[in-house]
C-alpha cells in the first residue's frame, strides 16, 4: 500500500485536502469517488506531503470502540435519537480525543449530514470498517444491528490484544530488571573492583577483560550507546513504511519461532470476524473483501485478500481463490467452501474465527508459562556472568599468594 496526497471538491463544493492509503493511483481514485470526493489532484505522497500524526490525548483502542458501539445500539434500542445519542457518549466517554470527535459527529449530523460522512470526517477516530457498517445500517433501517455487531467485533478485538499484551508484560518487566542490573553492576559495583585488581598488576581473566570493556563503555560513550540505538530504530522504522519494509516485517513476523505461528492465527480470526461482520450487514463480496483487506495490518494478508477480490469479480469462489495461498490454512478455506455451497458463509467464518480467537488465547497462555522460567535462568546466567568476573581475578589472586 502506498500513500497518496490528494486535492478534491466534496458534494458542498468545499476544498478538501489530505492523504490516502491504496494499493495504486487508480484505487485512490475510486476510494475518493466513493467518500464523495471530486478529485482535482491526485499524486504519490513525499516526504514534505506525508501526513504527520501528532495525537492529543490517548488514542482510541478496540475496547473504547467496543464500548461506545455497545452503548450506542442500547440507546438508540431505548428510542433516543442519533444526534442526542452522540451528544450522550460524547459527554460520557473518558478520551478527550475520542469525546470531541463524537461531539464533532454529533454536530455534523444535526447540520444535515449522515451518520457515515459524519463520522468520516474523523477517520482517525473511527475505523474504516465502522463507518461502512453504519452506512450499511442507514441504508438498510438497521443501525442498531450494525453497532451490535461492531461491538461484538470492537469487543472480540480488544479482548485478543490484551491476553497478548498480559502475555508479554512479565518477560518485558524481567528484561528490564536484566538491564538494569547489568548497567548498575557495570557502572557502580565494577569499577571500584577493577581499580583493586589494577592496582595489584593481577592478570585479568577473559571474562573480566569483556565485562571491564563493556562498563567502560556505559560510563565513558553511552552517548554513542544512544546514538546507535537511535539510528538504528530511526532507520528501521523508516524502513518498516516502505514497500519493500512491509513485505520484510510481515514475513519475518510468520516466520518467528512461536510468534509466527500465534500471529498467522491471529490473522485468520481477525479476517474470518471482519468479513462475516460485512457480510452479515448484507454488503457484497467484493466490498467485503476490499474493506477487510485494508483492514488487515500484515501486508502480506492484505495483498492475499485483494488478489482474492479479483478473482471473485472474476466468478472464482472465495474458498477456491484463498486455497491457493499458504498463508489461509485448510480449515479456513474448508469452512468457507461449506458455508457457500449452503449460503451462510456469515455462521461458518463466526465459527472459524472463534476457533482461532481460542487458540491465540490458549497459545498465549503456553507462551506465557515458558517464558517465565527461561527469562529467570537468563537472568541468572547474567548475573552469574557478572560474578565471575569479579571473582575470578581474586581467586586468582588467593591461588598467587599461595604459591609465593
Not at 116 to 138: C, H, Q, S, W, Y
Request: proline content about 3%.
Amino acid at each position: 500500500m502506498a500513500e497518496y496526497s490528494y486535492q478534491a471538491v466534496d458534494v458542498r463544493g468545499k476544498n478538501r485536502k489530505g492523504n490516502i492509503e491504496a494499493s495504486d493511483e487508480a484505487q485512490a481514485r475510486t476510494l475518493l469517488k466513493k467518500n464523495g470526493l471530486i478529485v482535482l489532484k491526485l499524486g504519490e505522497a513525499g516526504m514534505l506531503t506525508k501526513d504527520i500524526s501528532i495525537t492529543i490525548g490517548k488514542p482510541v483502542t478496540p475496547r473504547e470502540l467496543g464500548i461506545f458501539c455497545r452503548q450506542f445500539q442500547s440507546i438508540l434500542h431505548a428510542g433516543v435519537t442519533i444526534i442526542e445519542a452522540l451528544k450522550m457518549l460524547g459527554d460520557q466517554t473518558e478520551n478527550k480525543a475520542f469525546a470531541k470527535g463524537i461531539r464533532d459527529t454529533a454536530a455534523l449530523v444535526e447540520k444535515g449530514e449522515t451518520l457515515g460522512n459524519a463520522m468520516r470526517r474523523n477517520p482517525k477516530l473511527f475505523p474504516g470498517i465502522l463507518i461502512t457498517m453504519v452506512d450499511a445500517g442507514e441504508a438498510s433501517g438497521s443501525m442498531e444491528v450494525s453497532f451490535a455487531r461492531m461491538a461484538t467485533h470492537f469487543e472480540k478485538t480488544a479482548k485478543t490484544k490484551a491476553l497478548i499484551k498480559k502475555a508479554m508484560i512479565y518477560p518485558v518487566v524481567l528484561a528490564v530488571v536484566a538491564l538494569v542490573v547489568v548497567i548498575v553492576m557495570s557502572v557502580f559495583v565494577f569499577p571500584k573492583f577493577a581499580d583493586m585488581f589494577a592496582s595489584m598488576g593481577t592478570e585479568m581473566p577473559g571474562i573480566t577483560k569483556v565485562v571491564m570493556a563493556i562498563s567502560n563503555v556505559l560510563m565513558y560513550r553511552w552517548y554513542f550507546i544512544i546514538l546507535v540505538l537511535a539510528i538504528l530504530i530511526l532507520s528501521v522504522r523508516m524502513y518498516a513504511k516502505t514497500s519493500s519494509g512491509r513485505h520484510v516485517f510481515g514475513s519475518l513476523a510468520l516466520k518467528l519461532p512461536v510468534f509466527g505461528k500465534m500471529n498467522s492465527k491471529n490473522a485468520c480470526a481477525n479476517f474470518s470476524r471482519t468479513f462475516s461482520t460485512l457480510i452479515g450487514s448484507g454488503m457484497s463480496i467484493s466490498q467485503s473483501l476490499e474493506i477487510t483487506a485494508r483492514s488487515m495490518s500484515n501486508i502480506l494478508y492484505r495483498e492475499a485478500l485483494e488478489q482474492a477480490r479479483v478473482e471473485v469479480e472474476q466468478g472464482v469462489n472465495l474458498s477456491a481463490a484463498l486455497r491457493e495461498n499458504p498463508l489461509f490454512p485448510a480449515m479456513v478455506c474448508q469452512m468457507l467452501n461449506i458455508g457457500e455451497e449452503t449460503g451462510n458463509v456469515e455462521k461458518m467464518l463466526d465459527k472459524v474465527a472463534e476457533y482461532y480467537e481460542e487458540e491465540v488465547e490458549i497459545q498465549t497462555q503456553s507462551l506465557s508459562a515458558a517464558m517465565e522460567p527461561m527469562i529467570i535462568v537468563v537472568m541468572g546466567i547474567i548475573v552469574m556472568f557478572m560474578v565471575m568476573a569479579i571473582y575470578m581475578p581474586m581467586i586468582q589472586m588467593y591461588s598467587d599468594a599461595g604459591n609465593l
